[in-house]
């Protein structure tokens, strides 16, 4: 049982350039949530799912976006990559029912914009 | 923005110790979660406690809060060295029960 899986696990971009994270999970969980981690912060929100085809904004939505086409992947893109995104993302997943639920985490992806 | 802070930012201690982290946050919240972060890896979920409960135990785990001081503290017992981590709480409130975190408290365990 893998849990939630994310890849790349490590890319440099150039700024301006594009591209997208994928997030993988096996629990057949409703909800995903992708998350940056900066140093001396907690986790921020970007964006998030409660479904197959739903998303919505979080705390720091602007520069990405977001698919949901399958249950099972939540892509987070970035269109015009800026020095700014430079971070470690995650992602996580939890089931809808009951709100005592935990979120499962991947291990991250680690971008760094040039 | 982030709902909470921890205190103490950083904290070193011997192994066999005890460890106290507290947490404070600003909004009213459904729950109150404990997520441990090691070096190079994700979160991983360690316990919660619900707006309605004062203190909840998990094995070397004691976690309390106060909602009328918006505050909560996770106590580890006897400490280890494999505790060393970083530790985040994180707050649930509204729809999709979305999580707010702190800033999160450094522990090292030595020998």
């Known amino acids: 049982n893998a849990g939630v899986t994310q890849t790349p696990k490590f890319r440099v971009l150039k700024t301006g350039q594009s591209m997208t994270l994928l997030c993988a999970q096996d629990?057949?969980?409703?909800?995903m949530y992708w998350y940056r981690q900066d140093p001396g912060m907690g986790l921020r929100l970007i964006h998030y799912?409660?479904?197959?085809?739903?998303?919505a904004k979080g705390e720091v939505p602007d520069g990405y976006n977001v698919s949901r086409l399958k249950k099972q992947n939540f892509l987070l893109g970035l269109e015009s990559a800026a020095p700014s995104q430079t971070s470690v993302y995650f992602c996580?997943?939890?089931?809808?029912?009951?709100?005592?639920?935990?979120?499962?985490f991947g291990d991250g992806t680690r971008l760094s914009i040039l | 923005s982030q709902q909470g802070e921890e205190d103490p930012q950083a904290l070193s201690i011997q192994e066999g110790e005890n460890a106290t982290m507290n947490c404070s946050y600003k909004?009213?919240?459904?729950?109150l979660q404990w997520y441990r972060q090691n070096s190079g890896r994700g979160l991983v979920h360690l316990i919660l406690?619900?707006?309605?409960?004062r203190e909840k135990h998990s094995g070397r785990l004691r976690v309390t809060l106060d909602t009328s001081k918006k505050s909560s503290s996770l106590l580890i017992t006897a400490s280890r060295a494999a505790d060393t981590a970083s530790y985040f709480c994180a707050t649930a409130a509204g729809t999709a029960s979305k999580l707010t975190f702190g800033t999160g408290t450094r522990l090292q365990v030595t020998l």
């Open positions: 909004t009213s919240i459904n729950n």
């Open positions: 406690i619900r707006s309605n409960e």
């Open positions: 629990m057949n969980h409703e909800y």
């Open positions: 799912s409660v479904g197959e085809g739903t998303t």
């Open positions: 996580a997943s939890r089931e809808r029912t009951g709100d005592g639920q935990p979120q499962h």
